[in-house]
């Protein structure tokens, strides 16, 4: 029995005693294809020799400097990189230590910057039923995983929530994209006309959304019809990226590839590729402008935040990142990943949709095709495939219907970005064998 309160009491774990690539192996020497990099984390695989060496280097210049004495090379340098490659107008950076403690930064920069403008009395957050944004309060209020949220509810702050852009579920049968996009974007400026044009803060979506969907992208122009709604009520947009981001998508930034920039930015996991917990927020020109020409201060701060060790293993996985072209890499082995799932799984009578970009995919598993039911939430579908799954070395990362239990069990998959065709094959071999074997399971 273990002594760690961790997310499952019950759950007998294999130990993980060490990576190597796409790897993981546990302490009976057995070997797991890390297809979903943990939790979309791992993008460099595991033990890459020079973010070991950039580490070890920073270890012996300076592990520790609080950033209200100091401010460090790795953490400049850092900033810089982000700085150089971000979209459009977002031109400073405020670094944390994961993707929950962006989220709730964004949040209140988004607040702050209002009451710094002499707006203080906008108070309203929207967000979309199916994301999640993170699990500390404010990040949980404004994601809409109410299976996550529920037994919270009387600590969250008062939000909003509108559906999400959701093509497979939501999209009608004779609808084009650009009424669809329409049709969802008009839900925002319809719940800001409700609040009260000048009462809402910020929007947050995902970009492409991740743990409470698997990997479901906007349609053509939902994006730039929600920053066109943002702007005509002067709302922030706020796109969270931490885990569709840096890379993942086959573009540095998810929004890169929907003509789009936000106010503010949150990106995490492949930021630092696991090798130690980063985050970041990106923010704009006139957000910076606005604290600077006003308090002078960001009301906030974490004792770890810019911590140097962190921001090392940024910079070394973004380094050899953009050297090694992974980026190239992420978009080739992505479409091999969509060909080979569309001709394994394309036609299988319990496959409902199969979507996703780069190599960020995702399957949905419904018990009816035609008419899209999902199987039964407490058979755990999602739960079995993760099992039969780790039975034959391959992590993948399901989860269930959460959006009020109308969409079906998921599956995403997010291997690291160094991964190779013939390892892309059997990632969707093992994948299929395993969805089968939980299917005839239930
Ligand atoms: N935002 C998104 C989109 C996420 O997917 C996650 C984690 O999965 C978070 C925020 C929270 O990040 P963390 O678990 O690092 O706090």
């Not at 993980?16 to 695989?45: M, N, P, Q, W």
């Not at 400049?76 to 979209?87: G, K, S, Y």
């Not at 405020?94 to 929950?100: Q, R």
């Not at 996703?356 to 018990?367: A, I, M, Q, S």
Request: aromatic residues 6%; hydrophobic residues 40%.
């Amino acid at each position: 029995m273990t002594n760690l309160l961790h997310r499952s009491i019950h759950a007998s774990l294999p130990v993980a005693v060490r990576g190597e690539g796409i790897h993981l192996f546990d302490a009976t020497g057995k070997a797991y294809i890390d297809a979903s990099g943990g939790a979309a984390v791992s993008c460099l695989g595991h033990a890459h020799p020079e973010v070991l060496a950039a580490l070890h280097a920073q270890l012996d210049r300076i592990a520790y400097a609080h950033t209200g004495f100091f401010t460090t090379e790795a953490a400049e340098e850092l900033a810089d990189r982000l700085v150089a490659d971000a979209p459009q107008g977002l031109d400073h950076v405020y670094l944390v230590s994961g993707g929950s403690e962006a989220v709730e930064a964004a949040l209140k920069m988004a607040r702050q910057y209002f009451v710094e403008k002499g707006e203080p009395q906008r108070r309203h957050i929207i967000a979309r039923r199916q994301s999640y944004h993170g699990n500390t309060l404010g990040a949980l209020a404004t994601g809409g995983n109410e299976w996550r949220r529920s037994q919270f509810k009387p600590l969250l702050i008062e939000t909003h929530h509108i559906d999400p852009c959701y093509a497979y579920r939501h999209q009608m049968p004779e609808e084009s994209d650009e009424a669809y996009a329409a049709r969802a974007a008009g839900e925002l400026e319809a719940k800001i006309l409700e609040l009260g044009t000048d009462q809402v803060i910020a929007f947050v979506a995902e970009t492409v959304v991740g743990a409470t969907a698997g990997a479901v992208p906007p349609v053509a122009d939902y994006l730039k019809r929600i920053r066109a709604i943002c702007d005509r009520y002067g709302v922030l947009l706020i796109l969270d990226e931490v885990m569709c981001g840096m890379g993942r998508t086959g573009t540095l930034h998810a929004c890169e590839q929907d003509g789009v920039s936000p106010d503010l930015m949150t990106i995490a996991k492949g930021l630092g590729g696991g090798y130690q917990p980063v985050g970041a927020v990106l923010l704009s020109k006139r957000i910076f402008d606005a604290f600077a020409q006003g308090s002078g201060f960001f009301q906030h701060g974490h004792t770890y935040m810019g911590h140097p060790m962190a921001a090392a293993a940024g910079l070394a996985v973004q380094t050899i990142l953009k050297r090694d072209d992974l980026l190239g890499n992420v978009r080739d082995m992505g479409n091999h990943l969509e060909t080979c799932l569309v001709e394994r799984l394309g036609n299988h009578h319990h496959v409902g949709d199969i979507r996703g970009r780069g190599l960020f995919r995702g399957v949905e598993l419904v018990k009816d095709r035609a008419t899209k039911k999902p199987f039964d939430a407490g058979l755990k579908l999602n739960a079995r495939i993760k099992k039969e799954a780790m039975t034959r070395g391959l992590m993948v990362y399901p989860m269930g219907g959460t959006i009020d239990g109308q969409n079906g069990d998921h599956v995403l998959l997010a291997p690291p970005f160094i991964i190779v065709k013939n390892d892309v094959e059997k990632i969707v071999e093992k994948l299929a064998d395993a969805i089968e074997a939980a299917i005839s399971s239930i």
